[in-house]
């Protein structure tokens, strides 16, 4: 540890890290998916990975719930998430699909197919785009990007990476994070659920 507010764990991913997460039940244990194919399993207040699992390809998020094989997608799994109060994992894909999987029998509840629907991007430059999978052109020219995430003093800018996305589906609003900052913003003219 460097100091009171500073963790540095031992055995850290060799890859950039994707997804973190720490337990619903404790802060004991944290989660860490990571482009170098790796999901490990970290034990804080000890600062020891205790699992490690190994994967044919880059992890790009991860959830708390019991080791095993639910489901696949035809594409790379972008997002999990785990919902206890219903017992469901959600899966999004980009195969243009949400899943919907129940882990106590590893079968498919639900598909939902989004060809219609856009996404929102971010990138290092500390940009975000407002995309849409529909090649239309009425449809596309909804389409918008901005730069965030900018601070300037003494005539310098700095740029921050946006490294985090979140959709608020009932105000139709979504947020943004970098390392210091969280900014919330307004879609416009587009529903994403």
């Not at 482009?35 to 205790?50: E, F, I, K, Q």
């Not at 219609?116 to 918008?144: C, F, H, N, T, W």
């Not at 921050?160 to 416009?188: M, R």
Request: glycine share 4%; net charge negative.
């Amino acid at each position: 540890m460097t100091g009171s507010n500073e963790f540095k764990l031992n055995q850290p991913p060799e890859d950039g890290i994707s997804s973190v997460k720490f337990s619903p039940n404790t802060s004991q244990f944290l989660l860490v998916s990571s482009w170098d194919t790796s999901v490990r399993l970290y034990d804080v207040p000890a600062n020891s990975m205790r699992l490690k699992y190994q994967h044919t390809g880059a992890v790009l998020d991860c959830a708390f719930y019991v080791e095993n094989l639910v489901g696949t997608h035809d594409a790379p799994i972008r997002c999990v998430e785990y919902c206890p109060e219903v017992n469901v994992m959600v899966t999004g894909s980009w195969d243009q699909t949400v899943k919907l999987w129940d882990p106590r029998t590893p079968c498919n509840a639900g598909t939902f197919s989004q060809p219609e629907k856009g996404y929102v991007l971010s990138s290092i430059e500390g940009r975000v785009a407002v995309e849409y999978l529909d090649p239309s052109p009425e449809v596309q020219k909804k389409k918008y990007a901005f730069k965030c995430h900018r601070l300037k003093e003494n005539n310098i800018e700095q740029i921050y990476p946006v490294n985090a996305i979140s959709f608020h589906n009932i105000h139709n609003t979504f947020a943004t994070g970098e390392v210091w900052h969280a900014n919330l913003y307004l879609i416009k003219i587009i529903s994403i659920f």
